[in-house]
């Protein structure tokens, strides 16, 4: 089992909708939660960042993480054809033994169109 | 600010030839660096990370290694390189404990 999972879509929806992309995680020591957009032949460029649980918002997005469930959403709110792209979850862990280390551990990514 | 610098942006590559790929952070110090392979329409792999110079955790075993000769710089290199090496290959850093991460823009590397 990956310790984290993410339905890779593709998934396309009309422009003003709201989208939810999700992820699921079995590692209850995830610390930080993280959503990337990956335009394609581009580096991941961090969009939310949160580390407990329930909703932060910014702008049209809003990251929610819910630890008990372990399970977090991103949700876009009128979505735009600008936010075509691939989205990513990502989490960090401790690494034993390291003071200060993390690794970052990522979700396959969700390939996103939206239609005008 | 802090920038991260990943070159070259593109490679084509011979099998069985070397590899160097650089990182360089600025702006910050003693940051956590990161080496990640994204394969077609896969998610990223992580490969290396470190935490200090010198300091090199490798995750999977592969035909890659990764060296830190200072504190801002990260180095990917393969002695002979295969076909399964091409990728997508991103750098990325953070900084001091429980800060977000930020990635260079990444180098496509085509091995033929």
């Known amino acids: 089992q990956k310790e984290v999972e993410q339905d890779p879509g593709p998934l396309s929806v009309p422009e003003g909708a709201i989208v939810s992309l999700n992820c699921t995680y079995s590692?209850?020591?995830?610390?930080?939660f993280m959503w990337y957009r990956q335009y394609s032949r581009k580096g991941p460029e961090l969009l939310m960042y949160?580390?407990?649980?329930g909703n932060k918002e910014d702008g049209r997005f809003t990251a929610q993480v819910d630890k008990s469930s372990k399970y977090i959403s991103l949700f876009i709110r009128d979505s735009q054809p600008s936010d075509s792209a691939t989205y990513l979850c990502?989490?960090?862990?401790?690494?034993?033994?390291?003071?200060?280390?993390?690794?970052?551990?990522f979700g396959q990514g969700t390939r996103l169109t939206i239609n005008p | 600010s802090q920038t991260i610098h990943q070159w070259p942006a593109t490679l084509v590559q011979p099998v069985g030839s070397p590899l160097s790929l650089e990182c360089t952070v600025e702006?910050?110090?003693?940051?956590?660096l990161y080496w990640y392979r994204q394969a077609a329409g896969r998610g990223l792999q992580l490969l290396f990370y470190?935490?200090?110079?010198?300091?090199i955790s490798s995750e999977v075993p592969q035909n890659l290694s990764a060296s830190r000769p200072q504190d801002r710089q990260f180095i990917l290199s393969s002695k002979k390189l295969l076909l399964s090496d091409s990728g997508f290959y991103l750098c990325?850093?953070?900084?001091?404990?429980?800060?977000?991460?930020?990635f260079g823009q990444g180098t496509r590397l085509t091995v033929v």
């Open positions: 990325a850093w953070r900084g001091a404990v429980n800060t977000e991460a930020f």
């Open positions: 590692n209850s020591a995830f610390q930080y």
């Open positions: 949160t580390y407990s649980s």
């Open positions: 990502a989490m960090t862990v401790g690494v034993l033994g390291v003071q200060g280390a993390q690794k970052l551990v």
């Open positions: 702006g910050t110090s003693n940051p956590n």
């Open positions: 470190s935490v200090g110079i010198g300091q």
